[in-house]
């Protein structure tokens, strides 16, 4: 069941089992690990994950395999335990079919992206966080 508007998703990272949770989530969104920069959904995703969904408010959560679920009695972050499994999660093919995986095949792309600088708000004053950056001593 594909579903192309965006939603809420938590997604547990197969290489530091951290949890990560992508508000809007649309499929063409590159996933990548807050902690450890690891792709989150990849083309094996199904191989390495189960994804749950919320029933009543739409949240979609992705657990590794191994990682323990009581469907119908872990509660949602909502409160409801209306959380079923989806079986096969469409996530990946929704993703690849997107573009998503597209940043893979040219990883040096060269164009400078910098994971620890956000986009430009295009604002001419200081409040910009990049202009900030750009003020600190120890950056060069």
Not at 37 to 55: A, K, Q, S, V
Not at 77 to 103: H, M
């Amino acid at each position: 069941m594909a579903l192309d508007e965006p939603r809420d998703l938590l997604v547990e990272c197969s290489a530091c089992n951290i949890e990560n949770v992508f508000s809007e989530y649309t499929p063409d969104q590159p996933t990548f690990c807050n902690q450890c920069r690891d792709r989150l959904i990849h083309p094996d995703f199904n191989e390495t994950h189960n994804e749950y969904r919320c029933e009543d408010c739409g949240f979609s959560v992705c657990l590794l395999k191994e990682t323990e679920f009581d469907e119908g009695n872990t509660p949602c972050r909502c409160g409801s335990t209306n959380v079923f499994k989806v079986d096969p999660s469409t996530i990946a093919d929704d993703a690849e079919e997107a573009g998503a995986f597209e940043l893979d095949e040219d990883d040096d792309d060269g164009d400078g992206f910098d994971w620890y600088r956000s986009e430009s708000s295009g604002g001419d004053t200081l409040d910009d966080y990049n202009e900030l950056f750009d003020q600190d001593p120890g950056y060069n």
